[in-house]
């Protein structure tokens, strides 16, 4: 079985927070080995019945990895905005597979349509409950087939300051830096990339 861990009161910057190394060590403690994670690792289009972990693990994951990026102020904003009902309208306007393991969701990833061109999809989040063992790249290259296949010649993202690397690393392009509008009382910080993907269109992409 999947290690699991007490949730925390959600809302609150003194949740507890669990780090690569202690991840780890649990991983080896359940018997789960790092190199069978990616086969264990189900991906899935997120539903309704899906958002009380998927509000869960993005405030958990944002509040985890954004401590040095993110203000209190800001990061107490979007725990507001993901718990609210308007946060259910804002999220299903876009496309949102899961990564599931075992029971526990620990990744998600969402996109749309962006631009005026139609050219352009546009991520709207990428989310990860334990970073560094690959779930967000799979994330990443899940959405980047799926909108590829759907037609679209570039891919945007915005990006907050821990974030930024990763889009880089996979050949994202720095455009600009500005604040992202995700509600009235929610303005975060961001880097905006951009990356142009391959000519022609690629085999369907498949959840499993």
């Not at 507890?16 to 403690?29: G, N």
């Not at 005026?116 to 790249?137: C, M």
């Not at 087939?145 to 889009?167: D, I, M, W």
Request: hydrophobic letters at 40%; aromatic letters at 8%; glycine letters at 8%.
């Amino acid at each position: 079985m999947c290690p699991r861990w007490d949730r925390p009161k959600p809302g609150t910057r003194a949740e507890h927070v669990i780090d690569e190394y202690e991840y780890s060590r649990m991983v080896q403690a359940s018997g789960i080995r790092p190199t069978t994670l990616h086969e264990r690792l189900a991906l899935r289009p997120i539903g309704l019945d899906d958002f009380s972990s998927l509000r869960y693990l993005h405030v958990s994951a944002l509040r985890a990895q954004t401590l040095d990026v993110l203000s209190e102020e800001e990061a107490a904003a979007f725990a507001r905005l993901v718990y609210s009902p308007a946060y259910v309208s804002l999220v299903m306007r876009e496309e949102v597979v899961g990564a599931w393991l075992d029971s526990e969701l620990v990744g998600t990833v969402s996109w749309h349509a962006g631009g005026n061109t139609g050219s352009t999809a546009t991520i709207g989040g990428i989310f990860v409950r334990h970073p560094r063992l690959g779930i967000g790249s799979r994330l990443l290259a899940e959405a980047e087939a799926r909108v590829h296949q759907c037609g679209f010649e570039r891919l945007s993202a915005c990006a907050t300051a821990n974030a930024l690397p990763f889009f880089l690393r996979y050949g994202y392009e720095e455009v600009s830096r500005g604040v992202r509008s995700l509600s009235v009382g929610c303005v975060l910080p961001v880097t905006f990339v951009k990356k142009c993907l391959p000519p022609g269109r690629p085999a369907s992409a498949t959840l499993n």
